[in-house]
């Protein structure tokens, strides 16, 4: 129904930069709200950051001030702009979108994940 695709991974330096895209497409009316998750080997998958689409954002503590989520509504794209990577960062994140079917079924999506690695 949905197709998430996912872009930006990849490895970067400590202190450097990259930024995460993933966009949406499919018989979607509309996506309510969008978000980056992040799981590292042995823990949890847990929310980085989302945001709804009048723009409100979110952010999980350890990213508040490097990371920046935004979204571009008639692209059904969602962007997470990473600075100040830290090794601590490094994990498979992925894109996750709540959205409505052209039925009004509210339903929830996750894309494949990307890898970001941060090491020197």
């Known amino acids: 129904q949905v197709q998430l695709v996912e872009s930006g991974g990849g490895l970067v330096q400590p202190g450097g930069s990259l930024r995460l895209s993933c966009a949406a497409s499919g018989r979607i009316l509309s996506i309510n709200n969008m978000g980056w998750y992040r799981q590292a080997p042995g823990n949890e998958r847990e929310l980085v950051a989302d945001i709804t689409y009048g723009g409100a954002t979110r952010y999980a503590d350890f990213v508040k001030g490097r990371f920046t989520i935004s979204r571009d509504n008639a692209k059904n794209t969602v962007y997470l702009q990473m600075n100040s990577l830290k090794p601590e960062d490094a994990a498979v994140y992925y894109c996750?979108?709540?959205?409505?079917?052209?039925?009004?079924?509210?339903?929830?999506?996750w894309g494949q994940g990307t890898q970001v690695t941060v090491s020197s």
């Open positions: 996750y979108i709540e959205w409505t079917t052209w039925e009004r079924r509210i339903l929830e999506s």
